[in-house]
């Protein structure tokens, strides 16, 4: 069907790194409970010193949950730059770390690249706590109403994205946090920036975005989740957001967003309690790469620059029960058309049931069910959903069945399934 929307290859291959992890780290951690909203008793950059700062570390954590990417914040709310930059004063130029020389984002990406991750930047142009600018990217603490001072923001914003996305090679995924307020109303001008430096890079929202934010910090979507949308406007409407439409014209995948301490972002002293349990990571796992969406699972360095122990622990813990769960399969077997079967060499009990589609055809199906073969010969269904997508998972009790097939109810065009797979 020539009119359904496909992913680029770009958009393809990041879906298939299904996980990535996000590193969250700022002056905001040598100043718990700092709130850049206050305007006032803004950290002094000589607090900034991550004395035992560890990139290799952090990418062996990402690693360990199986993570393909790893995005890093190098600039947030706070307004602190930690790259080498003379926008404005505030940064890691004016830190005492490394006699003012350090610079966070080269040592990430030269670990990403050690590790084999591919690297991605955040850095939000929509609150600066340095520059008293707020959301939606207004100066004035937001207010706006001084064009001449928003011009120079935007200026600034520009030169930052020119230095982040030009200096440190080619990035998977650049990140705008509630994306950015366009030209025409005093924001910085980024496409043309993003067409020359990153012009293959993943966006998350902002105005040339490709990916799209599912509506939560909880590391779930809704389902059904579509990868398609009408347009990007067209997200300002909640629903659209969570659920995409079916038949929508732009492929916009979603990424769910979580950080590993329940509702805390950035480090802060004596919340190890907080570190989700494994079985509330392994729901997001079933919640977002199985609903078709990739899953951004932050980590929060502690003032030396380390991952602390309690949250490395539980990223290993949680790469091994990925693991556990699903390398090895029953069976699997792939096809076309509306009917899919699978038979096992022997009777077996399965737990999970995981379809993908071809999403290089685009999301055909639009409602389906899963059957096992009982023992007396008749087929009975155990599941039926509405999308699939690049991933579906479904999480059964136990049955114990030798054949399954997988029945296309409603279709846009011939389905075409690259995986079907039990274990």
């Not at 590790?115 to 142009?125: E, H």
């Not at 980024?190 to 910090?217: C, H, M, S, T």
């Not at 439409?245 to 950080?259: A, F, I, N, R, S």
């Not at 997508?389 to 029945?407: A, F, N, P, S």
Request: proline share 7%.
């Amino acid at each position: 069907m020539a009119s359904l929307p496909k992913p680029t290859p770009v958009q393809k291959a990041w879906q298939d790194m299904e996980i990535g992890m996000f590193f969250h780290f700022d002056i905001i951690t040598y100043a718990p409970g700092w709130n850049f909203r206050s305007w006032i008793n803004k950290p002094d950059p000589q607090i900034y010193n991550p004395a035992k700062l560890d990139t290799d570390q952090w990418m062996e954590a990402a690693k360990a949950i199986g993570a393909k990417y790893a995005v890093f914040v190098a600039k947030h709310c706070s307004g602190f730059l930690q790259w080498q930059s003379d926008l404005y004063p505030y940064g890691v130029k004016q830190s005492g770390w490394r006699n003012g020389k350090g610079d966070v984002v080269a040592d990430f990406v030269e670990s990403c690249h050690k590790y084999g991750l591919k690297p991605g930047v955040y850095a939000s142009v929509t609150a600066n706590g340095y520059l008293e600018v707020d959301n939606p990217g207004l100066v004035n603490r937001g207010k706006g109403g001084d064009e001449q001072k928003q011009k120079e923001y935007a200026r600034i914003c520009e030169g930052m994205l020119t230095e982040l996305w030009s200096r440190y090679g080619e990035l998977l995924e650049v990140w705008f946090d509630g994306g950015a307020l366009p030209p025409e109303k005093g924001g910085p001008d980024l496409v043309p920036i993003l067409e020359k430096y990153q012009p293959d890079a993943i966006v998350f929202q902002g105005p040339a975005a490709n990916i799209r934010w599912i509506g939560n910090e909880r590391g779930r979507a809704e389902y059904p989740c579509w990868a398609t949308v009408p347009s990007l406007d067209s997200l300002s409407d909640r629903q659209i957001a969570l659920h995409g439409d079916p038949d929508g014209k732009m492929w916009l995948p979603g990424e769910c967003d979580v950080p590993i301490r329940n509702h805390e972002w950035f480090w802060t002293p004596n919340d190890e309690h907080k570190v989700y349990p494994l079985d509330g990571l392994m729901e997001m796992y079933y919640e977002s790469i199985g609903r078709n969406c990739n899953l951004l699972l932050n980590a929060n360095p502690n003032p030396d620059g380390l991952i602390p122990d309690a949250d490395f622990q539980r990223y290993v813990e949680f790469g091994k029960e990925i693991q556990r769960r699903f390398s090895n399969s029953i069976g699997e077997t792939s096809g076309e058309g509306n009917e899919v079967e699978l038979s096992l060499d022997a009777p077996a009990e399965i737990e999970h049931v995981i379809i993908m589609e071809d999403i290089n055809q685009g999301e055909r199906v639009r409602e389906y069910a899963v059957d096992i073969m009982t023992e007396n010969g008749n087929w009975e269904e155990i599941c039926r959903g509405i999308s699939i997508g690049h991933k579906r998972i479904e999480k059964l009790d136990k049955v114990k069945t030798q054949k399954i097939r997988l029945r296309c109810i409603k279709s846009v065009d011939k389905p075409v399934i690259i995986k079907l797979v039990v274990c």
